[in-house]
């Protein structure tokens, strides 16, 4: 199982915005952060603005936060720049024999409990907020 490293992506950038708040964040800049390079940097900040989560003045290098820290969850972000990655977050075989009676229901079979994984990795992220990722970051970056 495994769930892309957009949203990864996207909460590093936010807990940037908000621990270098008041600096000029450019996309050049948050891709060294990141390692990533800086059109995924922007591909990530145009999900985030539009989902509503922060504002970008492009040309002049402004992005800023829009929602508050405390409302945002990991799976706010997840939703915002990787909505379809949960759908394929457990892999189906993708040719079960329709000859056999437990290759022509294996879907129907599993679709219940994988929408219940689904509906758990749901809840799992969305108890952890952005905020407590940044109390985290200060306690550890301020540790001696």
């Known amino acids: 199982m495994r769930i892309s490293s957009k949203c990864s992506l996207a909460l590093h950038i936010l807990v940037a ?6 600096e ?10 990141t390692g990533c390079n800086p059109v995924m ?14 504002t970008v003045q492009r040309g002049i290098g402004g992005t800023a936060m829009k929602a508050d820290p405390r409302d945002i969850t990991i799976w706010t972000v997840y939703e915002a720049v990787d909505p379809i990655s949960l759908n394929s977050l457990i ?14 229901n294996i879907y129907t079979l599993l679709e219940k409990p994988y929408d219940a994984i689904g509906e758990a990795v749901q809840q799992a992220m969305s108890t952890h907020t952005l905020e407590q990722l940044i109390d985290d970051y200060r306690n550890i970056n301020s540790a001696p």
């Open 17 to 22: 915005l908000v621990v270098f708040s008041g």
């Open 24 to 33: 000029k964040l450019t996309s050049e800049r948050l891709a060294k952060s």
């Open 41 to 54: 940097v922007r591909n990530i900040l145009g999900s985030l603005k539009k989902a509503g989560l922060i």
């Open 91 to 104: 892999g189906l075989h993708p040719t079960p024999s329709q000859r056999c009676p437990i290759g022509k």
